[in-house]
């Protein structure tokens, strides 16, 4: 029997289960965050900068095609996100995590809150085309991985670079993440395996990448995946 919230994922899972880890008010909610539409069934930061964007820009629907291309929106989308943080007072210092640092990732650069017990990412969106497509990246990991819900902090500034700071919740190893039960969980939810680490979701149009033994954390016989990096990709 398999004991699943969002991403709780327990190893007694059978491969003939047919667990959904989408219900259908998560399917419609998914549906909300990939067409653009104003997003009104939740209430926090990501959201609104998300909405805010929205109201200039459409969501890229096929971002693995044209990503280059897309570089000038994201510069302008960039200077739209500038106006809608200084108007909510979401500016930021990184100085008090300076301390604190744990190490670089490819589009992060993580710290550790101590009076929080979560780790602080503060991340460029390199991996995203748009800023918009970063926002929507962000949304549908927390609709799916409830447990490893990113709150956006607020936003920081240096040498012209624009980070955003993420909150997640500390999550310990203490045993090794087996990716033969992770595909397999995956591909029970639609996702399809394409090569190495990466997976697709024909349904959904959902490009879901990186998911390898450092990006899904194994502890006491359950699965949490803390980075993930989806795409739109309507082929």
């Known amino acids: 029997m398999a004991i699943l919230h969002f991403i709780v994922f327990y190893l007694t899972l059978s491969p003939k289960s047919t667990y959904k880890m989408y ?7 998914l549906q909300d965050i990939i067409s653009g539409t104003n997003i009104t069934w939740q209430a926090d930061t990501c959201t609104a900068a ?23 929106i994201k510069k302008e989308q960039a200077q739209s996100l500038i106006e809608f943080i200084t108007l909510n007072h979401l500016w930021r210092d990184a100085a008090p995590y300076e301390n604190r640092y744990l190490t670089q990732g490819g589009e992060a650069e993580i710290y550790f809150d101590t009076e929080t017990n979560s780790v602080i990412k503060l991340n460029d969106a390199v991996y995203y085309s748009t800023w918009l497509d970063f926002f929507t990246s962000i949304l549908i990991h927390n609709l799916l991985f ?3 819900y990113y709150q956006l902090e607020g936003f920081v500034r240096t040498e012209n670079r624009l980070q955003a700071m993420l909150k997640q919740k500390f999550a310990v190893s203490n045993e090794v993440v087996d990716l033969t039960e992770v595909k397999i969980f995956l591909e029970l939810n639609g996702f399809i395996n394409t090569k190495r680490d990466d997976y697709y979701n024909p349904e959904l149009g959902l490009i879901l990448e990186d998911i390898h033994d450092q990006n899904v954390i194994m502890n006491s016989g359950v699965m949490f995946f803390i980075d993930t990096v989806f795409y739109i990709d309507l082929k």
């Open 146 to 148: 409830g447990d490893t």
């Open 50 to 72: 998300r909405n805010y964007l929205c109201t200039s820009f459409s969501p890229s629907t096929t971002v693995k095609r044209d990503f280059d291309r897309r570089s000038a």
């Open 23 to 29: 219900s259908d008010d998560t399917r419609k909610k």
